[in-house]
């Protein structure tokens, strides 16, 4: 799965939804965002199992599928970026 999105763009709707992420839940995967990619669209979704939220992204994409990634990480590897596209 292979995609291209501006860090920026992509911070703050992280950022917009992190909320609902907390530290230590009780089912480690909460930890995640769930990357999903489908026809150039970037759909992430944060989940506590009670609440969830959702957010959409247009990307450059190629191809369908999906990841979950680690929140903090990805967040504290964005903020140290600088505006860009990443792949």
Not at 41 to 49: E, F, G, R
Request: hydrophobic letters at 45%.
């Amino acid at each position: 799965m292979k995609f291209i999105v501006s860090s920026s763009v992509l911070l703050k709707q992280l950022s917009n939804i992190q909320g609902v992420i907390t530290t230590n839940p009780v089912v480690p995967i909460l930890e995640n965002f769930l990357f999903e990619i489908n026809e150039g669209k970037l759909i992430v979704t944060a989940s506590d199992l009670q609440t969830s939220i959702i957010t959409e992204l247009d990307v450059e994409s190629s191809e369908a599928g999906s990841i979950a990634v680690p929140a903090k990480i990805l967040l504290d590897t964005l903020k140290n970026l600088p505006e860009q596209p990443v792949t």
